[in-house]
Structure formats: C-alpha cells, structure tokens
C-alpha cells in the first residue's frame, strides 16, 4: 500500500481549499505547514 501525503501551506486559505479536495480525491493525508508567527494583512498586501 502507498502512502500519499499532500502538504500545504495558506496563508490566505485558497491553498488550504485546494489542498483538501486534492487529498480527498487521491485519499491522501493532509498536513498543514503552520508559520511561528502569524502573518498580518500587511504581510499579505502584495499591492505594497
């Protein structure tokens, strides 16, 4: 039997949406990548 793992990480959650429903699909595990600190919304401003 072959093991399947999907990783991910999101820090907006559109990843995180694509990750489980590929792991469904394939019946993989899924694990999240989580970051030390927690992104800000001024992180995540790619307009800057």
Not at 3 to 32: H, W
């Amino acid at each position: 039997m072959i093991k399947i793992l999907v990783s991910y990480f999101s820090a907006s959650g559109t990843t995180k949406r694509v990750a489980e429903k590929l792991s469904l699909a394939i019946n993989a595990d899924l694990f999240e990548i989580v970051p030390k600190e927690k992104y800000t919304s001024i992180d995540l401003n790619r307009m800057k």
